[in-house]
Structures are given as structure tokens and as C-alpha cells.
């Protein structure tokens, strides 16, 4: 199979020498795809802005020894404009990609790959909050990982819900007899939003005030970073401060 096509959303890019850049893909069939881009960094490049990171693309490739090659690039979602216009999108979708990038370090998935597109056309059409755009995303790629939290019954004997003490480090909420001693009570609003993010509702979602999507995003970003071992260099720059109580 030296020539191959498919639909990729870019992660992200480097320079290779004076004219190319590597650029590294999430795409529906192959996973992850490292591949050359071959004189887009000149003016007069064909598709340099199509090979951009957030744009989604159906590309041709050559295989090559070490890195495929991209012969053709055509536009299928462009997101990357609309995303860079927004700080709060676009910091945003650099964490998407980068825990996209993680996730998928061995093999592709084409949830994966559905998830993160579907997830960048929402930030680039402003459906919801970035925040709670990408808190979502962070719970659902997480569980297609393998990872999925558990909000309702404990996530260490099964007992049902609902429970008041997430335990990142135990896969979600537990129960009294099971949470460690010291483990702080979280409130039901919290742990609502949470499950909602995690459920895709978002009704539920985007009733909920400031102060709970700042402590939602928290959990969250503590699950993460508790899962992939060390923390997202994307992740210092999306707000997650506490807005001070009223």
C-alpha cells in the first residue's frame, strides 16, 4: 500500500528545514499518521493553511521508510480560523489535541478520532462554554481510553449512589466505608455537572453557575493528569481558577 488516502484532523506541526513541516494526524482507518508536508511553508504552497492544527482533511499519502509523505490535502472541516479567534477555544483545543496526541500513542481509534473532531467543530461554532466543551471531552476520551470514571456508584465495591467523595486515584466517587480517611465531601451540583459532562447532557450542562464548572474542571483535570502520569503543558494555559464565592 505505498499510496493511501484518508480523513485526518491535524495535532500538530514542526519545521523540517527551510520549506517542509512534519506534520502528525489522528485519521479515521490508520491512527496516528507522522508524515511530511513537503514545501508548504512557501507562499506559493497549495495546501500549506489546509495542514494547519485543528483542520480536519482528506489527505493522500505516500509511505515512505520512516515518515509517509502527503501528496494532496483537501479541506473537509475548517475549524482552525474560527478556533485561533477565541483565546479561551483555542487554549482549549490545544489540550483536545495533546490529550488526543497521549491517548493515542500506540494505536488509533476511530472513536478517538470522532470525538476530537466532533469536539473542535462545537468550539469553532461556540455550541457551549470552551471550558465545558473541553471538560466533556477530556471525561469521553478518557473512558474511550479505558478510564471512564464512575459519579454514581462507587467505584471501588460497586455500591450504588449517590456518594459525596471523589477519589481520582480510585476511578470516581466511593462511598463512606471506602473513602480514605481525610477525603473531602464534594457537593451534588459538582458531581451532577460532572456526570453530565461525562454523559454528553447538555441541558444539564449549561444550567449549572461558574463556580461549580471551576470545580468540576478541577476533578477533571486531576483525573487526567492522574491517568496520563504527567501533567499537559496545554492544560497550565485553559482558566481553571474558582471564581470567589458571593
Not at 494526524?25 to 504552497?45: D, N, P, Q, Y
Amino acid at each position: 500500500m505505498p499510496v493511501y488516502r484518508d480523513e485526518a484532523v491535524v495535532l500538530r506541526t514542526h519545521k523540517l528545514g527551510e520549506a517542509d513541516r512534519i506534520v502528525t494526524m489522528l485519521s479515521r482507518r490508520h491512527g496516528k499518521i507522522r508524515a511530511v508536508a513537503k514545501g508548504v511553508r512557501r507562499t506559493a504552497s497549495k495546501f500549506g493553511s489546509r495542514l494547519e492544527p485543528f483542520m480536519v482533511a482528506d489527505v493522500q499519502l505516500y509511505e515512505g521508510r520512516s515518515l509517509d509523505v502527503i501528496q494532496q490535502a483537501e479541506t473537509l472541516g475548517a475549524y482552525g480560523a474560527d478556533i485561533a479567534a477565541d483565546y479561551a477555544s483555542y487554549t482549549a483545543a490545544n489540550a483536545m489535541v495533546e490529550t488526543a496526541d497521549r491517548l493515542t500513542e500506540a494505536e488509533g481509534s476511530l472513536q478517538q478520532f470522532l470525538l476530537l473532531v466532533g469536539a473542535l467543530r462545537s468550539l469553532a461554532r461556540r455550541e457551549h462554554a470552551p471550558g465545558l466543551t473541553l471538560d466533556s471531552y477530556l471525561l469521553r476520551s478518557l473512558s474511550i481510553a479505558g478510564w471512564a470514571p464512575s459519579f454514581g456508584q462507587c467505584s471501588r465495591c460497586g455500591a450504588p449512589g449517590p456518594h459525596g467523595r471523589v477519589v481520582v486515584q480510585l476511578g470516581g466517587v466511593v462511598c463512606d466505608d471506602c473513602a480514605p480517611a481525610g477525603t473531602a465531601q464534594l457537593d451534588a451540583s459538582t458531581l451532577g455537572l460532572l456526570g453530565a459532562l461525562l454523559a454528553g447532557d447538555w441541558p444539564s450542562a449549561e444550567a449549572s453557575d461558574d463556580r461549580t464548572r471551576a470545580k468540576a474542571s478541577g476533578i477533571v483535570s486531576a483525573y487526567l493528569q492522574w491517568h496520563l502520569e504527567r501533567g499537559l503543558r496545554s492544560l497550565t494555559h485553559v482558566s481553571r481558577e474558582v471564581p470567589p464565592a458571593s
